[in-house]
């Protein structure tokens, strides 16, 4: 749009700024609005074994774990949307998170301890994923069985929806939640990622 | 806006910082009005309404913020002339690219204002006239001058 015309023989050198100087200034700036009080939400990228993972927290917790095939630009308009505007790369605040996570990919934990905001989450869906950390690591449900448990035993689609819609998958384990028939179903992460969870959790409870 | 305001950063923070930086030299200034330019932004940024180039109005906030430090400067004691050798710093600058930045800082103000905002912030003549108290013609004039001394000083 206004990037200066490219430097030719006889033009101006090209006005240039890095992106080192870029990250530092953005970083500097994140610091500055969690100091006003302005950072509505603060999300960081990681490297996990089902892709690079986008965590974003509000003030409250963990809101957002997305996976790349999502589209991390449509992940962040959604939250400015439901969330607020004022987001911005702030690693720091998800560094619990991140560590959290990465003790479970590596097989040693199989409990979250971070605070959740279940903000982006409503009704029975909400009902549905605060449930699912009660299957415990290493084990299964079918969607049918998870409707019992919430005594909707004819919501199993409603249970699937809230899934799908999961906004907190690893973490909150709809990863664990197959068909009846213990087909995997369906996964935001896709199923690879769905089946490299599960045989992850198989793996550490066997050893 | 509902943008996420990273988007805008990320989107536009390169523009900014080569306003702030003609304007002001590779020095901290530069990058403080940066930061008090997109503080500013976030600030208003929810209540802000759809904005049809965004990018401008960073501009001519940065524009603003950028002419209030020459002014801070203006009331030190250090005239703004002698700057390039004694106040800015060298940035630090892994592309090598950082005499660009000391050679437009030795322009007069006029000139370095006019490339700043026009040429580099993409700003029209006149929007570039109406920030710096000038007119289009002077503007046109003074960016002309800047980048002709500029393209001799890299020719020779």
């Known amino acids: 749009m206004t990037t200066p015309p490219p430097a030719g023989p006889g033009s101006v050198p090209a006005f240039s700024v890095s992106e080192a100087e870029l990250a530092g200034l953005a970083g500097k700036l994140a610091h500055r609005a969690e100091d006003e009080s302005l950072l509505e939400v603060a999300y960081r990228i990681v490297d996990s074994p089902v892709g690079r993972l986008l965590l974003a927290a509000t003030e409250r917790g963990l809101v957002r774990v997305a996976f790349e095939r999502e589209g991390f630009d449509g992940v962040l308009s959604g939250l400015a949307a439901r969330l607020g505007p004022r987001i911005l790369h702030a690693p720091w605040r998800l560094d619990a998170a991140a560590a959290e996570l990465g003790e479970y990919f590596a097989g040693r934990r199989r409990q979250f301890g971070v605070p959740l905001d279940f903000a982006l989450s409503h009704g029975f869906r909400l009902a549905v994923q605060q449930r699912l950390p009660d299957i415990g690591y290493g084990r299964t449900m079918s969607y049918r069985q998870v409707a019992e448990l919430l005594d909707r035993p004819g919501a199993v689609r409603a249970v699937g929806t809230a899934c799908a819609t999961n906004p907190l998958p690893v973490v909150v384990p709809c990863h664990r939640v197959l068909r009846s028939d213990g087909s995997l179903g369906g996964y935001l992460g896709g199923l690879e990622a769905k089946s490299t969870l599960l045989e992850l959790e198989d793996r550490a409870v066997a050893a | ?156």
Request: proline content about 6%; glycine content about 8%.
């Open chain 2, 1 to 156: 806006m509902m943008l996420p305001f990273d988007l805008a950063v990320r989107t536009h923070g390169a523009t900014v910082l080569r306003v702030c930086r003609a304007v002001l030299g590779p020095g901290p200034d530069a990058e403080d009005a940066w930061q008090e330019t997109f503080l500013a932004a976030l600030r208003s940024w929810p209540e802000l309404g759809e904005v049809s180039n965004l990018e401008a109005w960073l501009v001519r906030v940065a524009g603003r913020k950028a002419i209030d430090v020459l002014r801070a400067r203006a009331r030190h004691p250090v005239p703004v002339e002698e700057l390039p050798e004694t106040v800015v710093a060298p940035a630090s600058d892994a592309d090598g690219h950082a005499a660009v930045w000391t050679a437009v800082a030795t322009l007069p103000e006029r000139q370095r204002l006019a490339i700043a905002y026009h040429y580099l912030g993409g700003l029209r003549h006149t929007e570039t006239a109406a920030l710096i108290g000038s007119t289009p013609e002077a503007v046109r004039r003074a960016a002309a001058d800047g980048l002709k001394t500029l393209r001799d000083r890299y020719d020779g």
